[in-house]
Nanobody, 123 residues
Framework: VQLQALGGGLVQAGGSLRLSCAASGGTFSRYVVGWFVQAPGKEREFVAAIRWSGGFTYYGDSVKGRFTISRDNAKNTVYLQMNSLKPEDTAVYYC?????????????????WGQGTQVTVSS
């Protein structure tokens, strides 16, 4: 399956963006889909994840209450709605998918990765 992450851009602090992760060459029906960030010089960090079956969601501590992950079955797409953005949210955001990851919070378990989309939050 190929993943395409879209929706990044430049936004002022306090603003909102919605990222999308679309799958091609397959469907998300058996997958866990996650979002991770990687800032320059830092390791990839967990943001949010969703189990397609059942819709169970996971969030990183820094985004709880501000970000919402959701899925659209018809469009085979996962969204990350980001509200109340802060300058420290600035990073490249990657979506990832896995049929077998044990802990959705850990990037090591994901087999498929999108190309990343840059989010920049100005102060």
């Amino acid at each position: 399956v190929q993943l395409q992450a879209l929706g990044g851009g430049l936004v002022q602090a306090g603003g909102s963006l919605r990222l999308s992760c679309a799958a091609s060459g397959g469907t998300f029906s058996r997958y866990v889909v996650g979002w991770f960030v990687q800032a320059p010089g830092k390791e990839r960090e967990f943001v949010a994840a969703i189990r397609w079956s059942g819709g169970f969601t996971y969030y990183g501590d820094s985004v709880k209450g501000r970000f919402t992950i959701s899925r659209d079955n018809a469009k085979n797409t996962v969204y990350l709605q980001m509200n109340s953005l802060k300058p420290e949210d600035t990073a490249v955001y990657y979506c990832a998918a896995s049929t077998s990851v044990l802990d959705p919070r850990r990037p090591v378990g994901y087999e498929y990765w999108g190309q990343g989309t840059q989010v920049t939050v100005s102060s």
